[in-house]
């Protein structure tokens, strides 16, 4: 029997407190983990060797059956003590740094260690025949590698995945059909966190054989594909024309590489056309995408092209419905009912500019006008020492000078066409009249004009001594409002 003082006690207290270490200790010190367990095998190797329970040996004792059972557990347990101590010291010194993030090598490598101190403890501490266990295994091995076959292909599958590289842990990536973001790659599967917030496991073996595409590759470019079917019967090049005006109404699209605008494929119902622009962050991709088919869809109608369901008869436009629709968009115009618009619709002048021609500044003679942009793309700037800096850009349907034909303020910016441009102005002579029938209709306008001044600066510019409390600047507003239109109280 075991005496307090016996070696194989010591050594069952060491693994007593070795089991303590891996269960107990914080895993955010993994160093100090890593050292003190290698403290705990140094120890229990001195306790096994000084005992006489040598590893490389079979354990001692046969006569005390008890004793001779704990010294071999001993023994088979160093082997396996020693195997996770060098794993984890191969997994620190050996395996780049890349690739602690995938497990795949790390349990491949932990399973050959493993696997080698499993035998040493077989043929040294159990003295078996390790020949003939190999040959057994081996028959063994046929067997479950048959059983076994589509998990094998999985970990080969694996192997390549990881040593080519096609991702990393935190892409974006498309593999087949599923989009998501990759959280987890290890010897058997490769688990996505898709749009959804759903963990979509991929088995390694689908996923060597599926198309991969990675959107966190190259760093600071990345695609954005939008495809809008559009009737058979409209010119090829007004919609071409249309959409590339709405890649370059977006701020966010990169000029370089240069925006795509192609015809995919032609059927009997539709054509397929394809914008294909870039963006410098992943994360503007999805907002990026919904922007232009929204600006698609403005500049696509500003030329008379309206989407609808191709089995359904093509309603009829004409440019009075143009008009009314532009003047709907108008903030300041919300309050109005359709016969004012209409009324308004019918004094809207009609304006072309060419590239890089000066649709409104401050300075001039149209600085008390409302400016809606119809057709192409026009800069927003305002003058520095230096040059000027762009503010945004406006697509069909954008207007500039709310501000000046209700209160009579001269927004100082300046507004260039990027594009050949179409613009209809509608003067405050043709405001005054509604704004002296309806007094409410002033008010409504007023406090619209004061709510947008929160979020657009640059349309109001109020004076310095004005409080900018939502009742100071909408008396301001209200007062300029009389003033400038000649109303009475």
Known sequence: MPTLTDGVL?????LVLDFLAWRFMDRTSEQVRLAFRALLFGLSTYVLFSSG???????????????HLLAQVLEVVWWLQGARLVTVMLDRAVLPETWHKERLFQDVLGALVFLAAAVGAIAFVLQLPVRGLLATSGAVAVVLGLA???????VFSGVVLNATQPFHIGDWVTIGDVEGKVIESNWRATSLLNGQGN?????NSVAARANIVNANEPVHTHGISVVLPVKPSIRPAIVLEALANAAASSENVLSEPKPLVSVRRATSDSIEYEIVCYVDALSKK????????????RHLVSRGVVLHPLSVPEPATDVTDQRHRLLRN??????????????????????????????????????HELHILAQGVAKVSVPKDDGEIELRRLAPGDSIGQSGILVGVRTDVIVRALTRATVFRLDKAALTPILARRPEVAKE?????SEHHATEKMLLESPANVDETSGGLLQWIRDGVRRFHELTN
């Open 10 to 14: 010591f050594g069952i207290g060491i």
């Open 53 to 67: 329970m040598n590893p490389l040996r079979a354990a001692p004792w046969e006569s005390e059956p008890l004793r």
């Open 148 to 154: 076994i076959q589509s998990t094998l292909n999985d």
């Open 199 to 203: 963990i979509v496991v991929i088995p």
């Open 286 to 297: 999805i907002d990026v995408r919904n922007e232009l088919f929204d600006l698609a869809y």
């Open 330 to 367: 108008v903030m300041i115009f919300q309050t109005l009912v359709d016969d004012e618009v209409m009324e308004l619709n019918a004094k809207l002048t009609k304006h072309e500019f060419d590239v890089a021609e000066t649709i409104y500044a401050a300075g001039d003679e149209n600085g």
């Open 445 to 449: 306008m007023c406090r619209l004009l």
